[in-house]
Structure formats: C-alpha cells, structure tokens
C-alpha cells in the first residue's frame, strides 16, 4: 500500500515537473542592420533558464537586408512563424528587438488564426520613428527634419526605414506616400483592417518593453505606442486615437488585462536583448 503510494506520489511528482517543464517555443526576431548572431545572448538565458525551451532564432533578413521594404519582410516572415506555429499546435511566443518587434507585430497582425499566444516587444517603433540618432544608425548624413522628402516618396518607400518613418509634422504626406504604418496602425481603413484588429485580439498577452534611456527609438514612448503630436509634445499611447478609438484592439486587450507595459530606465537601445537584469525580470516570467 505504502509503495503504491509513493508509486503514484511520485507520478503526481514527474507529471507536475513535466507540465512546468513545458514551456512553449519561443521566435526572436532581431533588429535593424543586425541578425540571428546579436540575438543569441538572450537565446542562450532563456534555453538556460527554462530549461527545454525550444528556441527559434530567426535570421531572415539579416544585415543589409533588414532594411528592405516591411512588406516584403512582413510577407516571408508569415510564413516563418506560420510553418512553425503549425509545428507547435499549443501556441508560440514571439519575441522582437527593435524594428523586429515592429515587424513581428505587423507579422501577427496579419494572420487571422495564427497561435501565437505571447508577443514581446523589446523597445520597437511601434508607432513609428522621428529622431536623428536612429537616422544616423543608418543613414549618417540626413537630417530628421528634411528627410521626409526623400522617405516619402515612393522610392524611398522601398526601404523599411522609411515604412515607418513618421514626421509629426508631415502627416499628410506620410498618409499621402507610406504604404506601411498607417496601414497596420489602422491609420487608413482597408479591407484588411479588421483582420488586422483581430489578429492582435487573439494574443492572451502583448508585452511592451521600452525606457527614457534606450537614447535610439525617438520618442521612446513609440515603444509603447505613445508618439509625438504636431508641435513636438508626445502624447502618452492611452490618450491616442489608436488606443482610445481602439483601432487595432489595444484598448481590447488592456481591458481584459491582457497588455502589459513596462518601463524600464537605464537600458540603452543596443542592448536591451542583451541586459541580464532586462532578461531575468521582464522577459523570462512572461515565457510559459
Ligand atoms: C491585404 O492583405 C493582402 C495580404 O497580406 C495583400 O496582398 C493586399 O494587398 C492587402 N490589401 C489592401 C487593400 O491593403
Ligand atoms: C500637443 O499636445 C500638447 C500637450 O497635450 C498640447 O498643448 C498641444 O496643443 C498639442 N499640439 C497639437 C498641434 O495638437
């Protein structure tokens, strides 16, 4: 009797350290002007950590090819994350840095029965870019104020900085030329928006990771959505028609506590996937 008990005791035992055992994969797509290669510190915590995670690193568009039109990476990026999604029926979390987290939004945005369950966003432009030092990252020689003229053209549409380049004060040239972020901000109403909405709707959690120091992403609030209005005053994401107006469900997903901000100062742009602390403390408990 004493032995069947510990018999079973024991199968409760290795049945409960299965389940914590099994967390689900993780995608982490990487930034601009970078690959697979710069995101392996964080692969490496996390199969560290949560011993057993499958981790996928993505290097699609690695280097001088993550400048090409958003798209086009949106579009091969479906079906990474679908060929995987179908390999892992319990769902996957996706992890971006940067213009990846951008990317990997608009990627999910636009597969209507995808299983991501997780969507972490590690300091992303998700409501655009206006700064010269994320300009200079790239582009040494243009200035913030001017380079409008060439992003917004169709031209210059053909790169993925331009796609989310959005001067506060040419609004009506970036509705007029950018054929990418108005559209997956729900900024101008297709007959996709409302896949759009939806698709973010079907996440159980979207982490938004951001800080007044990462000295790149200009505003640093576009991290979470917030953005500069027309005189230069950056309006926090909740008081934004995107949230208020609920155009891509973010006010959906707030309302059954299901968005997470976080704020984290002291962490520079370059190296948020790198950061221990960043890793351990708000990264790490959202992966299970
Ligand atoms: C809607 O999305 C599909 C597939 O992503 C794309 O081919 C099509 O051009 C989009 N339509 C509009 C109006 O944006
Ligand atoms: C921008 O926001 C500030 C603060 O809310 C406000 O005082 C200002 O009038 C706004 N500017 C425009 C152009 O909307």
């Keep these: 009797m004493q032995f069947l008990r510990n018999v079973i005791q024991w199968n409760l035992f290795l049945g409960a350290f299965a389940f914590i055992v099994s967390y689900k994969p993780v995608i982490i797509m990487h930034g601009i002007l970078s690959g697979a290669d710069s995101m392996k510190s964080l692969q490496r915590e996390i199969e560290l950590l949560h011993f057993g995670t499958k981790v996928y690193n993505c290097d699609l568009f690695s280097n001088w090819f993550s400048l090409e039109n958003a798209w086009k990476q949106v579009n091969e990026l479906r079906d990474y994350f679908q060929t995987i999604g179908k ?153 934004r028609e995107i949230f208020t107006s609920d155009t891509i469900g973010l006010k959906t997903l707030a309302d059954h506590g299901k968005l997470v901000i976080v704020v984290k100062p002291f962490v520079h742009h370059l190296s948020w996937h790198r950061n221990r602390n960043v890793i351990r403390e708000v990264i790490l408990p959202h992966l299970i």
């Design 87 to 239: 390999l892992h029926p319990g769902g996957i979390i996706v992890i971006g840095h940067s213009q990846g987290g951008l990317l990997a939004r608009a990627t999910i945005q636009t597969m209507p029965n995808h299983n991501v369950k997780v969507f972490i966003s590690l300091s992303s432009p998700q409501a655009g870019q206006y700064g010269t030092n994320f300009l200079h990252l790239i582009f040494p020689d243009l200035a913030a104020r001017t380079v409008y003229e060439l992003f917004y053209s169709k031209v210059g549409q053909l790169t993925s900085v331009a796609n989310y380049w959005n001067d506060p004060r040419k609004q009506d040239l970036y509705r007029r030329y950018s054929v990418f972020l108005p559209y997956i901000n729900n900024e101008i109403q297709t007959s996709n928006s409302s896949i759009f909405r939806t698709a973010l709707t079907r996440l159980d959690k979207m982490v938004l990771i951001g800080g007044p120091d990462d000295g790149v992403i200009t505003p640093w609030q576009s991290s979470h959505f917030g953005f500069f209005n027309g005189s230069l005053d950056v309006i926090p994401f909740n008081e």
